[in-house]
């Protein structure tokens, strides 16, 4: 093993001192050994943190020498892939440094404290005798199995280490699925019932210091900072800058760009600040050529952060060429689940039209258009309904176009037309399975996973009791990915597509049930073959369905870009469907994404998606919380009975636009569009005939669109809670001496509102976006708004 001694790490930080003595300055490899910015990696106080190398190293058998904090203890494997750090006996920082020297050139990766606390959580059953009792709920992906409890003095107990929050979960006695009889905290689970509620430490930490962006001056740049800070963190990149790069003052931090980043068309500074209450936000500052970013001209499509995401399936969106039309032709199959014409040519005439540039979206995400079977097939759940393969996500072969779909041809030219218009592409891809038709599974037969298991049950559906083997249907085998040949033959497929048509990204469909390794391995082909030869970035989100934490371990520089934020979707539908849902669970569940995935990331924020109830028919009262969403689509026509819908969405919009993250438009949501459940949510795309509340909505997710393009505060901006109650929120996004505050009423009836302007803005001349009268007087603001409505205010 490779072991890292003090006397290595202080001859290295000695070369690096005096290669940096001559200005500010860092030394910087003409073959870097990361590319991509790394976030925070969590380290765990009780137990070792074991560090994948290859997520964040392009080269780990280069590393020369490393160096962490001395409450810390390290060592590399001998295959140089991991990284094994082991707590001491002094107690671990929040934020530390771990240090890492390649070929001479140091970089910085920043390890966070784990904050886990140790809860043994217990059940009172009374009088009543169980053979076995589990916990399951958010704190164990809703799995039974990983939440047996043990039985001491006729009482059950599970130990859990858990991050402070808030978890809901069920009891499982004997099988049976309850609420805890001993508790009372209860939450609405989003089905028309309650999950118990278990809230666990202080989720207010008042002192906790802020950091924000002050002043931009070339290369030259100030941060405010308010409450206390023991210990501030400045990279750039994933380079520590250490005090000559910066000083504090009475009025924050002063902070000199190093001069290597002029050679750099896009480079950042990060800064983070830790007190003994915590650690702070994230400041995240876009550089072009060495200099702070003040223009959003100097943004273009390759900023990620900058996006604005469009997904559409393609079999209903728009029909281009009328002779690849290709219904399939049985009565069994229902006209709402076969195929509708949609195609490559229809997004291609949607592009070259201008749709997508007068809505103000920048990246289209494009449903799988891989080639499926000609023929239609029983879903093994009753009804046992017959399905086409329209949607895309039962592939025959994993590296042709669907030929309803379209050609090569035809995909390559929509992506050319798409990219000269200042737009991105993203593919929808599968790894997770393919269709028993696939031919690579006659000739290979063990290349899937098991489906019949013990007691005649079959691996169907098995989400979170087999989450890595389940089978979708009985026709979708499961790649057995833990192969070599299987990920190495899959990953190819998908590669394939990136490099072939110059597309952008993928979306990748069930991501929590393909096993890591294959995302890594997929990752580092896309690095070598694409990213590094065609100096150009692939952006990469996945699907998953579960827990925060389950999300994010997917997240890093080596797997996933990013994941879809289904969590706060769920929380924002209640709140803005909902009338009797307080903006005070959405905030905490904003703070929460935050704590999780950091203030400037690149999580998809969704208005809906083709697996959910369209939001419309919700927050419109056309569809109730405690029906089926699937037989209601099937059973009856879901329009949208209340006007007031539209009013709802457009707040959701509104919000997925203005927090941090990636507004990601779900097609049709853009105007209105109704629908129950899948395949009732998956209705052919209206392109005219509008009613005029459609028109309003299309209109005003346009604008909402173009203040996010055009605005630093809504892309890389600090975010400030500003005011919130059960019916009010008002936040601020803020870029240096620019700021937007966000106002929402959820009452049904108008109200005058009023909140305190931010004390480094008072004086600014705020404008109104969308029409309400605003007034401000010595730093107190005030206006009044209509009933489920809101405001965005710019200065």
């Not at 140790?118 to 059940?123: I, Q, T, V």
């Not at 218009?421 to 696939?438: C, K, P, R, T, W």
């Amino acid at each position: 093993m490779k072991y890292q001694s003090y006397l290595l790490f202080f001859l290295g930080y000695a070369l690096f001192v005096q290669s940096c003595s001559h200005g500010t300055d860092i030394p910087v490899s003409k073959e870097p050994q990361m590319l991509k910015l790394s976030a925070p990696i969590t380290v765990n106080t009780s137990d070792s943190t074991v560090i994948e190398l290859g997520d964040y190293l392009l080269y780990p058998n280069r590393i020369d020498s490393f160096f962490t904090d001395r409450s810390l203890t390290a060592h590399i494997t001998k295959d140089s892939l991991r990284m094994i750090l082991l707590p001491g006996q002094q107690s671990i920082p929040l934020l530390s440094v771990l240090t890492v020297w390649s070929k001479g050139f140091p970089y910085s990766l920043i390890l966070e404290k784990s904050l886990k606390i140790h809860f043994r959580f217990g059940f009172n059953p009374g009088n009543k005798k169980y053979k076995k009792v589990q916990i399951a709920g958010q704190m164990n992906e809703w799995n039974p199995s990983a939440g047996f409890m043990f039985q001491k003095d006729g009482k059950w107990y599970a130990d859990l280490q858990l991050y402070p929050g808030k978890y809901q979960y069920k009891i499982v006695c004997d099988g049976k699925w309850s609420s805890d009889r001993n508790n009372p905290d209860s939450v609405s689970n989003n089905n028309g019932g309650f999950n118990s509620l278990l809230t666990l430490g202080n989720l207010n930490s008042p002192g906790l210091p802020v950091l924000y962006t002050l002043k931009a001056d070339g290369k030259k740049l100030s941060l405010g900072l308010k409450n206390k800070a023991d210990t501030i963190f400045v990279l750039w990149d994933n380079h520590f800058l250490d005090s000559k790069f910066w000083k504090r003052d009475s009025l924050g931090i002063q902070l000199s760009i190093p001069k290597t980043a002029a050679s750099f068309d896009r480079s950042f500074i990060r800064a983070w600040a830790i007190n003994k209450t915590g650690i702070s936000n994230e400041i995240l500052v876009p550089l072009k050529s060495g200099k702070v970013i003040t223009d959003v001209s100097k943004l273009t499509r390759a900023d990620q952060e900058a996006m604005i995401l469009y997904f559409m399936m393609v079999d209903r969106f728009r029909d281009g060429n009328k002779e690849n039309n290709a219904a399939i032709k049985d009565k069994d199959i229902d006209p709402k689940v076969n195929y509708m014409g949609g195609d490559i040519s229809g997004i291609t005439k949607a592009i070259d039209d201008g749709y997508f540039t007068k809505l103000g979206v920048n990246t289209l995400w494009i449903s799988p258009i891989t080639q499926n079977p000609l023929k239609g097939y029983n879903e093994f759940p009753s009804p046992h309904r017959k399905f086409s393969g329209y949607h895309g996500y039962w592939p025959i072969t994993l590296t042709t176009v669907d030929t309803r779909f379209g050609t090569a041809d035809e995909l390559h030219k929509m992506v050319n037309d798409a990219h000269s218009q200042g737009l991105n592409i993203l593919l929808d891809f599968v790894s997770h399975h393919a269709h028993q038709e696939y031919a690579v599974f006659k000739a290979h037969p063990d290349w899937i996973t098991v489906l019949d298991l013990p007691g005649k049950r079959k691996n169907i559906r098995l989400f979170d009791e087999n989450r890595l083997t389940t089978w979708f249907d009985i026709f979708l085998p499961t790649f057995d990915l833990t192969r070599p040949e299987v990920t190495e033959m899959v990953s190819d497929s998908a590669a394939y597509w990136i490099k072939e048509y110059n597309i952008d990204g993928f979306r990748h469909d069930a991501a929590k049930h393909v096993p890591e390794n294959y995302w890594r391995v997929l990752n580092k082909k896309l690095t070598q073959q694409v990213v590094i030869p065609q100096n150009r970035q692939v952006y990469q989100i996945g699907e998953t369905f579960g827990s925060r934490e389950l999300i994010k371990s997917y997240i890093n520089p080596g797997m996933l870009d990013a994941q879809f934020e289904f969590n706060l979707y769920w929380d924002a539908k209640n709140t803005f469907a909902q009338d009797n849902t307080s903006f005070r669970d959405l905030n905490y569940s904003l703070q929460q994404s935050f704590s999780y995935f950091g203030e400037h990331n690149l999580m998809g924020n969704i208005t809906g998606n083709q697996d959910m109830p369209r939001f419309i028919s919700y927050a419109g009262g056309a569809l109730s919380l405690t029906e089926d969403a699937v037989e209601a689509g099937w059973k009856r026509d879901v329009e949208v009975k209340d006007t007031l819908g539209y009013h709802k969405l457009a707040s959701l919009m509104a919000f997925n636009m203005t927090i941090p993250g990636i507004p990601v438009i779900y097609y049709g949501d853009e105007y209105g569009m109704a629908g129950a459940a899948d395949p009732d949510n998956r209705r052919m795309m209206k392109f005219d005939s509008l009613n005029p509340h459609e028109k309003h909505l299309l209109a005003t997710t346009s604008r909402l669109a173009g203040l996010r393009r055009g605005s630093l505060p809504l892309i890389y901006g600090d975010f400030t809670t500003i005011k919130v109650s059960d019916k009010l929120f008002v936040y601020m996004r803020s870029y240096f001496d620019k700021a937007v505050i966000v106002i929402f009423n959820k009452d049904k009836n108008s109200k005058k509102i009023e909140f305190d302007i931010p004390e480094r803005f008072v004086g600014s001349s705020f404008l109104s976006n969308f029409g309400n009268k605003i007034n401000i007087e010595k730093g107190k603001a005030s206006l009044t708004l209509d009933g489920n409505s809101f405001e965005i205010l710019s200065n």
